[in-house]
């Protein structure tokens, strides 16, 4: 008796496990892979995320569909990804915004950065560029700082959302030089985007690759870079602290995960099957004529660095006094 219910367990058990272990093996992808990008077409994320999806396709010889659930400044996205079934077919770009600012910036969270998700690898350093809608006269940072200064919130500042990387870089700039600019969030960096370029915003954080195009043919104009250092691929512009803020300093990062539970074996291979499309010559110049630096990370790599970014900007959340209940 005891030797044919061990039999019968041992079933019962080869049966469950031999799927996961065949996918460890070698067998996944199986089915095309659904890629959330929590934000709506058209903007910074999207731009970024689409031709990724379409490399990874590619590498894997499986379809990456490209599935954007923008809103609540990427926590109606990062939920979706967080609640998904953890076999691998699911993955979530992320944001600096989703992994380790909203933390800090809301009361109640939908999920934990931290438990919630398998990192999958610290994808690429970005940088953010202060544009406005070419009717507004200031051609520099220091000339923007005085038309606020002359009228404070005489200016709209669109962004991504509450709390976004671009909300929280305009802050630290207005906390920085005692000026006022008129927030308003959009429902992501493409609608905000467009505000500006239509003139209903006058300023706006930018992600370079959604904003080149617009600054090449004259819509925008830029006029400081948010990181310390400018980037090669647009050494023309200078950083935000050249510009006459010095110490300004405010960058994004991005990030690839998977739902909490997704098996070690999965993990690895989609970290390798993502750093290979990340490292493909044509996306990779694309990355970098885009400002973005790619990295591509372990997963280890990546958990500890959001634990570390939490802290950092729960700090700034807090000077700031930026909250969302």
């Avoid at 006058?202 to 104009?221: E, N």
Wanted: glycine share 12%; aromatic share 8%.
């Amino acid at each position: 008796m005891k030797a044919a219910i061990l039999g019968f367990l041992g079933a019962v058990l080869a049966t469950t496990v031999a799927p996961l272990w065949a996918q460890g093996a070698g067998d996944f992808p199986s089915k095309p892979i659904r890629l959330v990008i929590p934000y709506p077409p058209g903007g910074g994320m999207d731009t970024i995320g689409r031709p990724f999806a379409r490399q990874l396709s590619e590498n894997i010889g499986q379809q990456v569909v490209v599935d954007n659930r923008g809103g609540a400044n990427g926590t109606i996205g990062m939920e979706i990804v967080a609640r998904a079934s953890p076999d691998g077919y699911t993955i979530g770009f992320a944001l600096s915004a989703q992994l380790a600012i909203n933390p800090g910036l809301y009361k109640k969270l939908a999920y934990d950065p931290v438990k919630d998700f398998e990192p999958l690898t610290l994808f690429a350093d970005g940088c953010y560029l202060l544009v406005v809608n070419p009717a507004v006269p200031a051609k520099s940072v220091k000339e923007l700082i005085a038309l606020a200064r002359a009228k404070p919130n005489g200016l709209i500042m669109a962004s991504s959302g509450n709390g976004s990387g671009g909300h929280l870089s305009a802050a630290l700039l207005m906390s920085m030089t005692g000026t006022k600019l008129l927030h308003v969030p959009y429902k992501g960096g493409g609608p905000a985007l467009v505000a500006v370029l239509s003139g209903e915003a006058q300023t706006l954080f930018a992600t370079y690759a959604a904003s080149k195009g617009h600054i090449a043919a004259g819509r925008l104009r830029a006029l400081g870079v948010s990181t310390a250092k400018r980037p090669a691929a647009i050494s023309d512009i200078p950083t935000i602290a050249e510009a006459g803020v010095s110490g300004y300093e405010s960058s994004p990062w991005y990030a690839y995960v998977a739902p909490a539970g997704t098996p070690r074996a999965l993990v690895t291979r989609l970290n390798r099957e993502i750093v290979r499309a990340l490292n493909h010559p044509e996306y990779r110049k694309f990355l970098l004529g885009s400002a973005i630096e790619p990295i591509g990370s372990s997963p280890e790599r990546l958990r500890a660095y959001i634990k570390t970014e939490m802290v950092k900007w729960a700090g700034v959340i807090k000077s700031a006094g930026a909250r969302i209940d």
